[in-house]
C-alpha cells in the first residue's frame, strides 16, 4: 500500500450531524455513575423534518445522506458496554438496564456486533427519484454516542455518555448510550459513504431493521422524507482552502480533535505528526474539530455552537498548569498512578518519495498509540525559566479525593518548531522501533518527544475511566512558543496516536533487505515517569518488507483477530 493510499483512507470526507432539534446541543464532562430509578427505555424513530436539502458540492464524489433523523430514549437510558477480553477474542456487547437500585444486563446476539463504531445494519435508508425508481438503498451502522439533544425540557441537562464511538482497530472497551429524555443522530458520519445522484427532487424512506425492531420492542414506524439535492460551489478559496479564522488557520497548525498532526485535507498530505481521523474524536461519528463546511471555505448560517445548534468546532479550552512550579522536597506517595501501554502499530505503508523525504528513499510509515489504562491520569505540568528553550517538567500525584499529594521532576518539555508542530513537546514520552526477524533493534525512530493529547477512546471501561476528556483539541493542548508554562494529560481510558511519516521518524528501509521485521512501539521508554506497572509498556507489531529499491513493499498479517494494515 503506497503513502498516498494511506493517507486517502484516513481522509474520507464527513459530514457533521447537528442536533437542529434540541433546546441543548453537546453534552459537558459528566462523570460516568449510574443514574436514579430508570428502566429499560423505550425508543423511537423520529424525523427532525419531513423535508431536507442536501447539498452536492463541486468537485465532490456525492451527498451525504444526513436525513435528520434520530433515535430517542424514554423511561431510561439506551446503555451498552462493549469489550473484549483481548485481541483474541470477539467483541461483546452488553446492553445495561437500570432498575431501581438493580442493574441487569443482557448480551447482544452474536454478529450485531464486529468493532466499536456501533450498531451494525441499523438503519436502513432508501432513496426514490421523482420517477419512482430505487436508486439508493443501504443499511448503516448507528453510534448511539451520536450528535444528540434532548427532546423534552425536563430531561436531565447533560448526557453523561461519551460523544462518540471509537475508530481506533485496537480499541478494548467503550461505553454507548442515549441518555433518559434524549435523542441521537442516525447518521452515521464517518462510517457512511457519499451517493452519487443528480441534483433534484427525491423521497427518502428511513426505518430500523426488523432485528432491532424485536430486539428492542421499537415500534415499526419509519419516516418518509422530501429530499432535494441541489448543487453548490465554494465561496472564496476553492474546495480544501481553509475559511478565514477556522482552526486551520491558526499558527498552531492543528485541527484534528482526533489525532495530531493534520488540518485541511491539504494538510494531511503533509503527515505532521499525530493522526487525524476526521469526524472521531475520542473520533467518528461524533462533529470532527472543524467542519467539512468550515475547511472547504464555505459559509454558514450559524458558525460556532451554541443553544439548539452545532456545526462541530467547539474548541476544547485548553488546562492550565499549577501557578508556579512545585516547591519543597519531592515525593511519590502510594496513591494511583497511571498504567502507560502501547498499542500495536497500524496504518503501515510505504512512503514513495512525498512530504519532502529524500528522493530515492524506501520511508516505513506507521501510527501509534500509547494509552493510560488508569486508575489515575497522567498529569505533567511544565515551567520555563525566562529566555530558557527548555521546560521543567514535573509529574503530579494525586489522592482519592483528587488532592495534589506529591510530584516528581520527570525530564523536560522542549518547544518544536516545525510546521505542523509549533508546540511544546514532552520528551521520552515514547519510542518506536524496527526490529529485525530475531526482534534486535535495526532502525530507531528519532521521535520521543510528544505533546500529549486524547486522541483516541482506547477503553472507557476501565476504572476511573473519564468519559469526557479534555485536552482533546490539539490548538490548546500545547501551547505557544511564548507560553511560560503548559499542562499536558493523557486521561484514563484515552490514549494519544500520532503518524509517523517525516525522515527520522518513520523507518528507513531503503537498504534493508526483504523479509520479516517488527515495529516496536514503547511506552515511558527510560522509566521518567512513574507508573503503577512498567511490566507492559511494549508492543510488537509483524510486518512483512518486499519489492525492489524505489519501489518496496510492506506486508502486515492480522495481529490475533485485528486486521488492520
Given at each position: 500500500?503506497?503513502?498516498?493510499?494511506?493517507?486517502?483512507?484516513?481522509?474520507?470526507?464527513?459530514?457533521?450531524?447537528?442536533?437542529?432539534?434540541?433546546?441543548?446541543?453537546?453534552?459537558?464532562?459528566?462523570?460516568?455513575?449510574?443514574?436514579?430509578?430508570?428502566?429499560?427505555?423505550?425508543?423511537?424513530?423520529?424525523?427532525?423534518?419531513?423535508?431536507?436539502?442536501?447539498?452536492?458540492?463541486?468537485?465532490?464524489?456525492?451527498?451525504?445522506?444526513?436525513?435528520?433523523?434520530?433515535?430517542?430514549?424514554?423511561?431510561?437510558?439506551?446503555?451498552?458496554?462493549?469489550?473484549?477480553?483481548?485481541?483474541?477474542?470477539?467483541?461483546?456487547?452488553?446492553?445495561?438496564?437500570?432498575?431501581?437500585?438493580?442493574?441487569?444486563?443482557?448480551?447482544?446476539?452474536?454478529?450485531?456486533?464486529?468493532?466499536?463504531?456501533?450498531?451494525?445494519?441499523?438503519?436502513?435508508?432508501?432513496?426514490?427519484?421523482?420517477?419512482?425508481?430505487?436508486?439508493?438503498?443501504?443499511?448503516?451502522?448507528?453510534?448511539?454516542?451520536?450528535?444528540?439533544?434532548?427532546?423534552?425540557?425536563?430531561?436531565?441537562?447533560?448526557?453523561?455518555?461519551?460523544?462518540?464511538?471509537?475508530?481506533?482497530?485496537?480499541?478494548l472497551g467503550s461505553v454507548w448510550g442515549v441518555e433518559n429524555g434524549w435523542a441521537s443522530n442516525t447518521y452515521a458520519g464517518y462510517y457512511s459513504s457519499p451517493v452519487d445522484v443528480p441534483t433534484g427532487e427525491y423521497t427518502a424512506k428511513v426505518s430500523v431493521t426488523k432485528r432491532y425492531?424485536d430486539l428492542f420492542n421499537l415500534p415499526d414506524e419509519p419516516k418518509t422524507l422530501k429530499v432535494s439535492v441541489r448543487e453548490r460551489k465554494p465561496e472564496g478559496g476553492g474546495v480544501g482552502a481553509p475559511a478565514a479564522g477556522s482552526h486551520d488557520s491558526m499558527t498552531s497548525g492543528h485541527s484534528g480533535h482526533s489525532g495530531h498532526g493534520a488540518g485541511s485535507p491539504g494538510?494531511?498530505?503533509?503527515?505532521?505528526?499525530?493522526?487525524?481521523?476526521?469526524?472521531?474524536?475520542?473520533?467518528?461519528?461524533?462533529?470532527?474539530?472543524?467542519?467539512?463546511?468550515?475547511?472547504?471555505?464555505?459559509?454558514?448560517?450559524?458558525?460556532?455552537?451554541?443553544?439548539?445548534?452545532?456545526?462541530?468546532?467547539?474548541?476544547?479550552?485548553?488546562?492550565?498548569?499549577?501557578?508556579?512550579?512545585?516547591?519543597?522536597?519531592?515525593?511519590?506517595?502510594?496513591?494511583?498512578?497511571?498504567?502507560?501501554?502501547?498499542?500495536?502499530?497500524?496504518?503501515?505503508?510505504?512512503?514513495?518519495?512525498?512530504?519532502?523525504?529524500?528522493?530515492?528513499?524506501?520511508?516505513?510509515?506507521?501510527?501509534?498509540?500509547?494509552?493510560?489504562?488508569?486508575?489515575?491520569?497522567?498529569?505533567?505540568?511544565?515551567?520555563?525559566?525566562?529566555?530558557?528553550?527548555?521546560?521543567?517538567?514535573?509529574?503530579?500525584?494525586?489522592?482519592?479525593?483528587?488532592?495534589?499529594?506529591?510530584?516528581?521532576?520527570?525530564?523536560?518539555?522542549?518547544?518544536?518548531?516545525?510546521?505542523?508542530?509549533?508546540?511544546?513537546?514532552?520528551?521520552?514520552?515514547?519510542?518506536?522501533?524496527?526490529?529485525?526477524?530475531?526482534?534486535?533493534?535495526?532502525?530507531?525512530?528519532?521521535?520521543?518527544?510528544?505533546?500529549?493529547?486524547?486522541?483516541?477512546?482506547?477503553?472507557?471501561?476501565?476504572?476511573?475511566?473519564?468519559?469526557?476528556?479534555?485536552?482533546?483539541?490539539?490548538?490548546?493542548?500545547?501551547?505557544?512558543?511564548?507560553?511560560?508554562?503548559?499542562?499536558?494529560?493523557?486521561?484514563?481510558?484515552?490514549?494519544?496516536?500520532?503518524?509517523?511519516?517525516?525522515?527520522?521518524?518513520?523507518?528507513?528501509?531503503?537498504?534493508?533487505?526483504?523479509?520479516?521485521?517488527?515495529?516496536?512501539?514503547?511506552?515511558?521508554?527510560?522509566?521518567?515517569?512513574?507508573?503503577?506497572?512498567?511490566?507492559?509498556?511494549?508492543?510488537?507489531?509483524?510486518?512483512?518488507?518486499?519489492?525492489?529499491?524505489?519501489?518496496?513493499?510492506?506486508?502486515?498479517?492480522?495481529?490475533?483477530?485485528?486486521?488492520?494494515?
Amino acid at each position: 500500500m503506497t503513502t498516498r493510499q494511506h493517507r486517502n483512507r484516513l481522509w474520507r470526507s464527513a459530514l457533521a450531524a447537528s442536533a437542529a432539534f434540541t433546546v441543548v446541543a453537546g453534552v459537558a464532562g459528566a462523570a460516568p455513575v449510574g443514574g436514579t430509578a430508570q428502566s429499560a427505555p423505550k425508543l423511537r424513530l423520529i424525523a427532525a423534518s419531513t423535508s431536507v436539502t442536501l447539498d452536492k458540492w463541486e468537485g465532490e464524489s456525492g451527498v451525504y445522506l444526513d436525513l435528520g433523523t434520530y433515535i430517542t430514549a424514554d423511561g431510561g437510558p439506551l446503555e451498552f458496554n462493549v469489550t473484549r477480553k483481548s485481541y483474541k477474542d470477539p467483541v461483546v456487547a452488553k446492553q445495561v438496564i437500570r432498575e431501581g437500585k438493580k442493574t441487569r444486563t443482557r448480551t447482544l446476539p452474536a454478529g450485531l456486533v464486529k468493532d466499536f463504531s456501533g450498531l451494525r445494519d441499523f438503519i436502513q435508508v432508501t432513496l426514490t427519484d421523482a420517477s419512482g425508481k430505487e436508486v439508493v438503498k443501504r443499511t448503516e451502522t448507528f453510534c448511539p454516542n451520536n450528535a444528540s439533544g434532548r427532546i423534552r425540557p425536563d430531561a436531565p441537562a447533560n448526557s453523561k455518555y461519551p460523544e462518540s464511538c471509537p475508530i481506533n482497530p485496537f480499541t478494548l472497551g467503550s461505553v454507548w448510550g442515549v441518555e433518559n429524555g434524549w435523542a441521537s443522530n442516525t447518521y452515521a458520519g464517518y462510517y457512511s459513504s457519499p451517493v452519487d445522484v443528480p441534483t433534484g427532487e427525491y423521497t427518502a424512506k428511513v426505518s430500523v431493521t426488523k432485528r432491532y425492531r424485536d430486539l428492542f420492542n421499537l415500534p415499526d414506524e419509519p419516516k418518509t422524507l422530501k429530499v432535494s439535492v441541489r448543487e453548490r460551489k465554494p465561496e472564496g478559496g476553492g474546495v480544501g482552502a481553509p475559511a478565514a479564522g477556522s482552526h486551520d488557520s491558526m499558527t498552531s497548525g492543528h485541527s484534528g480533535h482526533s489525532g495530531h498532526g493534520a488540518g485541511s485535507p491539504g494538510q494531511a498530505a503533509r503527515g505532521t505528526g499525530h493522526a487525524y481521523h476526521e469526524g472521531r474524536g475520542a473520533d467518528a461519528p461524533a462533529p470532527p474539530a472543524l467542519p467539512y463546511a468550515l475547511k472547504a471555505g464555505r459559509t454558514m448560517a450559524h458558525p460556532g455552537d451554541g443553544p439548539g445548534h452545532t456545526d462541530g468546532s467547539r474548541i476544547a479550552p485548553a488546562l492550565s498548569a499549577n501557578a508556579k512550579r512545585p516547591t519543597g522536597r519531592a515525593s511519590v506517595p502510594n496513591v494511583p498512578k497511571p498504567d502507560l501501554r502501547s498499542l500495536p502499530a497500524w496504518d503501515i505503508g510505504i512512503s514513495d518519495g512525498e512530504d519532502g523525504d529524500v528522493p530515492g528513499k524506501d520511508y516505513m510509515v506507521f501510527s501509534a498509540n500509547v494509552w493510560n489504562a488508569g486508575p489515575a491520569p497522567l498529569v505533567v505540568d511544565g515551567f520555563r525559566s525566562p529566555g530558557k528553550d527548555l521546560m521543567d517538567a514535573y509529574q503530579y500525584f494525586y489522592d482519592a479525593a483528587g488532592k495534589q499529594v506529591g510530584y516528581s521532576p520527570t525530564g523536560t518539555m522542549e518547544w518544536d518548531p516545525r510546521v505542523g508542530h509549533e508546540h511544546w513537546h514532552f520528551t521520552d514520552f515514547a519510542s518506536y522501533r524496527l526490529l529485525g526477524a530475531d526482534q534486535k533493534e535495526i532502525v530507531r525512530s528519532g521521535k520521543e518527544a510528544f505533546c500529549l493529547a486524547n486522541t483516541d477512546a482506547i477503553d472507557y471501561t476501565v476504572k476511573n475511566a473519564n468519559w469526557h476528556p479534555g485536552n482533546t483539541d490539539l490548538s490548546t493542548a500545547c501551547g505557544q512558543q511564548s507560553s511560560l508554562s503548559v499542562r499536558e494529560v493523557l486521561d484514563v481510558g484515552s490514549g494519544d496516536t500520532y503518524t509517523q511519516y517525516r525522515p527520522g521518524q518513520s523507518f528507513d528501509v531503503t537498504d534493508l533487505p526483504n523479509g520479516t521485521y517488527y515495529i516496536q512501539v514503547i511506552a515511558n521508554p527510560e522509566k521518567r515517569l512513574y507508573e503503577s506497572n512498567l511490566n507492559n509498556n511494549v508492543a510488537l507489531r509483524k510486518v512483512v518488507l518486499s519489492g525492489t529499491a524505489g519501489a518496496r513493499k510492506v506486508t502486515v498479517p492480522p495481529h490475533e483477530l485485528i486486521n488492520a494494515p
